[in-house]
């Protein structure tokens, strides 16, 4: 048990453990073993089916919880956690919270691509958005889509820019908890508007990973949610945008 554990961490942990739930095992933060496992190495080795089914029996968020006191349990001392698809979205939370105690009526707040706004961005000006097209590193920057944005968090993940190749074939970044191996999902961007940053980022690599047909029924059935979804098929994308988006 991890006793005494920062507010911060075990409110992390249990916002994800709570996602983990709602998008059916896409999103687990006990993915870490997984992340380790998959990192290339200098020989360009990629993990084999009996090493990948060896490490998932450690992967599983039924495998923590949290305590009523707080404290992160874990079953087994080789559960390991990664957090890093739900703290950074958090993290701006935590900012946007800030301001608000000290009674900041108009702002943005951003780490890394994840952002919460509120009010305008001057007199009768909103905050205005933009997502990117997927395009590879070094390629000339291009707008997917631009649209106002008001007491909202917006969070993006995507598959398009970070990747490994071995024998021929591409994998993308984005492991799935589920299996073990790369997703194979159509969805090259998610972007998911949410009231609070921590839920849009965690939700937006669930739909990377469980791809698009899931990610829009999660935001359509959702009245607090909206979302971007760029797809990518046999060279071909196509942009899906929520009905409460307006550009």
């Known amino acids: 048990a991890t006793k005494d554990a920062p507010k911060y961490f075990s409110t992390v942990v249990k916002r994800g453990l709570e996602v983990h739930k709602e998008t059916n095992g896409a999103f687990d933060m006990t993915i870490a073993p997984l992340f380790s496992l998959w990192k290339l190495d200098e020989n360009g080795f990629l993990p084999d089916s009996a090493q990948i089914d060896s490490v998932l029996q450690f992967v599983g968020s039924d495998k923590i919880a949290v305590d009523d006191d707080g404290n992160v349990t874990r079953t087994d001392e080789r559960v390991r956690l990664d957090v890093n698809a739900i703290a950074q979205g958090y993290a701006v939370d935590v900012l946007s919270n800030l301001l608000e105690r000290y009674r900041v009526t108009d702002y943005l707040v951003e780490i890394g691509g994840e952002i919460r706004v509120k009010g305008q961005k001057a007199k009768d000006t909103p905050w205005i958005l933009a997502i990117d097209s997927p395009k590879d590193i070094g390629s000339e920057r291009e707008i997917a889509i631009q649209f106002p944005l008001t007491d909202n968090a917006l969070a993006t993940s995507g598959n398009y820019r970070h990747y490994i190749e ?59 949610l909206e979302g971007v979804i760029i797809t990518g098929v046999d060279g071909k994308t196509e942009t899906w945008v929520s009905e409460g988006v307006t550009e």
């Not at 990610?215 to 059935?221: A, E, F, M």
Request: charged residues 20%; glycine residues 8%.
């Open 166 to 224: 071995s024998e021929g074939k591409t994998y993308g970044h984005i492991i799935d908890p589920r299996t073990g191996w790369p997703s194979e999902s159509d969805v090259l961007s998610a972007s998911v508007i949410a009231p609070d940053c921590m839920t849009a980022d965690a939700l937006a690599t669930a739909i990377m990973v469980a791809g698009s047909e899931f990610g829009k029924q999660l935001i359509t059935n959702n009245p607090d």
